[in-house]
Protein backbone atom coordinates (compact mmCIF):
# COMPACT_ATOMS: atom_id res chain seq x y z
CA UNK A 1 0.00 0.00 0.00
CA UNK A 2 3.05 2.34 0.65
CA UNK A 3 4.48 1.64 -2.62
CA UNK A 4 1.25 2.32 -4.24
CA UNK A 5 0.45 5.65 -2.15
CA UNK A 6 4.39 6.49 -3.69
CA UNK A 7 3.60 5.87 -7.37
CA UNK A 8 0.43 8.00 -6.91
CA UNK A 9 2.04 10.98 -4.81
CA UNK A 10 4.51 11.29 -7.82
CA UNK A 11 1.37 11.15 -10.36
CA UNK A 12 -0.33 14.01 -8.54
CA UNK A 13 3.27 16.16 -8.22
CA UNK A 14 3.04 15.75 -11.90
CA UNK A 15 -0.25 16.56 -12.65
CA UNK A 16 0.31 19.68 -10.26
CA UNK A 17 2.66 21.19 -12.89
CA UNK A 18 -0.22 20.19 -15.68
CA UNK A 19 -2.32 22.15 -13.85
CA UNK A 20 0.09 25.21 -13.35
CA UNK A 21 0.50 24.89 -17.46
CA UNK A 22 -3.03 25.17 -18.00
CA UNK A 23 -3.66 27.93 -15.57
CA UNK A 24 -1.13 30.36 -17.15
CA UNK A 25 -2.11 29.36 -20.84
CA UNK A 26 -5.69 29.94 -20.07
CA UNK A 27 -5.46 32.16 -17.62
CA UNK A 28 -7.89 34.56 -16.26
CA UNK A 29 -10.82 32.99 -17.99
CA UNK A 30 -10.42 29.28 -16.84
CA UNK A 31 -9.96 27.86 -13.90
CA UNK A 32 -7.95 24.59 -13.40
CA UNK A 33 -8.10 22.37 -10.38
CA UNK A 34 -6.79 19.07 -9.02
CA UNK A 35 -8.40 16.78 -7.13
CA UNK A 36 -6.89 13.80 -4.79
CA UNK A 37 -9.44 11.42 -4.87
CA UNK A 38 -8.40 8.95 -2.12
CA UNK A 39 -9.58 11.47 0.43
CA UNK A 40 -12.92 12.94 -0.36
CA UNK A 41 -13.39 15.08 2.35
CA UNK A 42 -9.86 17.26 1.13
CA UNK A 43 -9.58 16.21 -2.49
CA UNK A 44 -8.29 20.08 -3.88
CA UNK A 45 -4.62 19.90 -4.14
CA UNK A 46 -4.34 22.28 -6.91
CA UNK A 47 -6.13 25.86 -8.20
CA UNK A 48 -5.20 27.96 -10.25
CA UNK A 49 -7.40 30.58 -11.56
CA UNK A 50 -9.65 30.69 -8.72
CA UNK A 51 -12.99 31.81 -9.50
CA UNK A 52 -14.67 29.03 -7.35
CA UNK A 53 -13.10 30.80 -4.44
CA UNK A 54 -12.37 27.45 -3.19
CA UNK A 55 -9.17 26.71 -1.28
CA UNK A 56 -6.93 23.68 -0.78
CA UNK A 57 -8.33 21.12 1.12
CA UNK A 58 -11.56 21.94 0.57
CA UNK A 59 -13.44 18.67 0.15
CA UNK A 60 -15.31 16.80 -3.54
CA UNK A 61 -18.07 18.59 -5.57
CA UNK A 62 -20.70 15.82 -6.20
CA UNK A 63 -19.24 14.62 -9.55
CA UNK A 64 -15.85 13.72 -7.84
CA UNK A 65 -17.64 11.73 -4.86
CA UNK A 66 -19.50 10.06 -7.68
CA UNK A 67 -16.41 9.31 -9.75
CA UNK A 68 -14.34 8.04 -6.78
CA UNK A 69 -17.02 5.41 -5.92
CA UNK A 70 -17.63 4.20 -8.99
CA UNK A 71 -14.47 2.65 -11.08
CA UNK A 72 -16.85 2.79 -14.41
CA UNK A 73 -17.63 6.31 -14.20
CA UNK A 74 -16.84 8.22 -17.59
CA UNK A 75 -13.13 8.99 -17.71
CA UNK A 76 -14.01 12.39 -19.26
CA UNK A 77 -17.02 14.82 -18.98
CA UNK A 78 -16.57 17.28 -21.34
CA UNK A 79 -18.17 20.47 -21.91
CA UNK A 80 -21.32 20.55 -19.38
CA UNK A 81 -22.50 23.89 -17.67
CA UNK A 82 -21.97 24.92 -14.40
CA UNK A 83 -22.50 27.74 -12.27
CA UNK A 84 -20.15 29.66 -9.62
CA UNK A 85 -21.11 30.15 -6.37
CA UNK A 86 -22.02 33.77 -7.76
CA UNK A 87 -24.01 32.48 -9.99
CA UNK A 88 -22.01 33.08 -13.24
CA UNK A 89 -22.32 30.58 -15.85
CA UNK A 90 -19.21 28.18 -16.76
CA UNK A 91 -18.14 25.27 -19.13
CA UNK A 92 -16.99 22.41 -17.21
CA UNK A 93 -14.39 19.71 -18.86
CA UNK A 94 -13.55 16.87 -15.67
CA UNK A 95 -11.19 14.58 -16.48
CA UNK A 96 -10.42 11.29 -14.47
CA UNK A 97 -7.36 9.95 -13.90
CA UNK A 98 -6.65 6.16 -12.82
CA UNK A 99 -3.74 4.17 -11.34
CA UNK A 100 -2.20 0.90 -12.38
CA UNK A 101 -5.01 -0.75 -10.74
CA UNK A 102 -7.68 0.81 -12.88
CA UNK A 103 -9.03 2.69 -9.97
CA UNK A 104 -9.79 6.78 -9.67
CA UNK A 105 -7.46 8.44 -8.03
CA UNK A 106 -7.43 12.19 -9.09
CA UNK A 107 -9.74 14.20 -11.23
CA UNK A 108 -8.15 17.25 -13.41
CA UNK A 109 -11.27 20.02 -14.04
CA UNK A 110 -11.37 22.91 -15.88
CA UNK A 111 -14.07 25.82 -15.62
CA UNK A 112 -14.34 28.37 -18.15
CA UNK A 113 -16.19 31.39 -17.46
CA UNK A 114 -18.26 32.19 -20.43
CA UNK A 115 -20.12 35.27 -19.35
CA UNK A 116 -17.62 37.33 -20.79
CA UNK A 117 -17.75 35.27 -23.91
CA UNK A 118 -21.11 35.73 -24.15
CA UNK A 119 -20.91 39.40 -23.56
CA UNK A 120 -18.49 39.33 -26.61
CA UNK A 121 -20.49 37.93 -28.82
CA UNK A 122 -23.58 39.70 -28.02
CA UNK A 123 -21.50 42.75 -28.99
CA UNK A 124 -20.20 41.35 -31.93
CA UNK A 125 -23.76 40.08 -33.02
CA UNK A 126 -24.93 43.82 -32.51
CA UNK A 127 -22.14 45.59 -34.06
CA UNK A 128 -22.53 43.04 -37.63
CA UNK A 129 -26.31 43.23 -37.48
CA UNK A 130 -27.50 43.96 -40.73
CA UNK A 131 -30.86 46.05 -41.97
CA UNK A 132 -31.11 44.59 -45.34
CA UNK A 133 -34.89 46.51 -45.92
CA UNK A 134 -34.22 49.91 -46.96
CA UNK A 135 -31.61 50.02 -48.95
CA UNK A 136 -30.17 47.56 -51.71
CA UNK A 137 -26.57 48.59 -52.73
CA UNK A 138 -23.70 46.03 -54.08
CA UNK A 139 -20.02 46.69 -54.03
CA UNK A 140 -19.03 43.66 -55.50
CA UNK A 141 -18.46 44.18 -59.47
CA UNK A 142 -21.54 43.89 -61.99
CA UNK A 143 -21.82 40.17 -62.81
CA UNK A 144 -19.15 39.10 -59.96
CA UNK A 145 -21.66 36.09 -59.52
CA UNK A 146 -22.19 35.37 -62.50
CA UNK A 147 -18.31 34.94 -63.50
CA UNK A 148 -17.87 33.09 -60.05
CA UNK A 149 -20.70 30.76 -61.15
CA UNK A 150 -19.16 29.64 -64.77
CA UNK A 151 -15.93 29.20 -62.87
CA UNK A 152 -16.65 26.73 -60.72
CA UNK A 153 -18.72 24.67 -62.80
CA UNK A 154 -15.19 24.91 -65.17
CA UNK A 155 -13.74 23.47 -61.97
CA UNK A 156 -16.24 21.03 -61.41
CA UNK A 157 -15.99 19.57 -64.25
CA UNK A 158 -12.26 18.88 -64.18
CA UNK A 159 -13.24 17.67 -60.54
CA UNK A 160 -10.96 19.98 -58.93
CA UNK A 161 -11.58 23.63 -57.47
CA UNK A 162 -10.68 26.60 -58.77
CA UNK A 163 -7.53 27.43 -56.78
CA UNK A 164 -6.05 23.95 -58.14
CA UNK A 165 -6.54 24.33 -61.55
CA UNK A 166 -3.16 24.12 -63.80
CA UNK A 167 -1.90 27.00 -65.73
CA UNK A 168 -3.20 25.25 -69.05
CA UNK A 169 -6.38 24.52 -67.18
CA UNK A 170 -6.61 28.58 -66.88
CA UNK A 171 -5.93 28.88 -69.94
CA UNK A 172 -8.72 27.32 -71.37
CA UNK A 173 -10.91 29.12 -68.61
CA UNK A 174 -9.75 32.46 -69.59
CA UNK A 175 -10.65 31.40 -73.54
CA UNK A 176 -14.30 30.39 -72.34
CA UNK A 177 -14.93 33.47 -70.16
CA UNK A 178 -13.79 35.62 -73.31
CA UNK A 179 -15.83 33.39 -75.64
CA UNK A 180 -18.49 34.33 -73.42
CA UNK A 181 -18.11 38.14 -73.22
CA UNK A 182 -17.09 37.76 -69.43
CA UNK A 183 -13.49 39.38 -69.37
CA UNK A 184 -15.64 42.48 -71.56
CA UNK A 185 -17.66 43.62 -68.22
CA UNK A 186 -15.93 46.35 -65.89
CA UNK A 187 -13.05 44.26 -63.45
CA UNK A 188 -13.98 41.02 -64.48
CA UNK A 189 -10.36 40.71 -64.29
CA UNK A 190 -10.25 41.37 -60.82
CA UNK A 191 -12.74 39.05 -59.92
CA UNK A 192 -11.27 36.15 -61.89
CA UNK A 193 -7.89 36.69 -59.85
CA UNK A 194 -9.72 36.38 -56.48
CA UNK A 195 -11.64 33.70 -57.35
CA UNK A 196 -8.62 31.92 -58.61
CA UNK A 197 -6.24 32.76 -56.00
CA UNK A 198 -3.97 34.41 -58.28
CA UNK A 199 -2.87 37.62 -59.49
CA UNK A 200 -4.19 40.13 -62.15
CA UNK A 201 -0.96 39.70 -63.68
CA UNK A 202 -1.17 36.35 -63.96
CA UNK A 203 -4.60 36.26 -65.00
CA UNK A 204 -3.50 38.95 -68.03
CA UNK A 205 -1.08 36.27 -68.87
CA UNK A 206 -3.22 33.32 -69.61
CA UNK A 207 -5.57 35.97 -71.39
CA UNK A 208 -3.00 36.08 -73.89
Known amino acids: MTHK ?8 GQLKEVVAGLGQTFAPFCEVVLHDLRDPSRTVVA ?18 LARAADDAYP ?13 RQVK ?8 SDGKYVAALCLNIDVTVFNGVANVLQQFTQLD ?5 ESLEPANAEM ?9 ARLSTTPQALSKLQR ?10 GYLDLRRSVEVVADCLGVSRGTVYADIK
Open 75 to 87: QVIANYSNRLPDG
Open 147 to 155: IRGRIDTFA
Open 47 to 64: IENNLSGRTIGDPSTELG
Open 171 to 180: RELSRELKEA
Open 132 to 136: TTSVN
Open 5 to 12: NDVVDVLI
Open 92 to 99: STSVGIKG
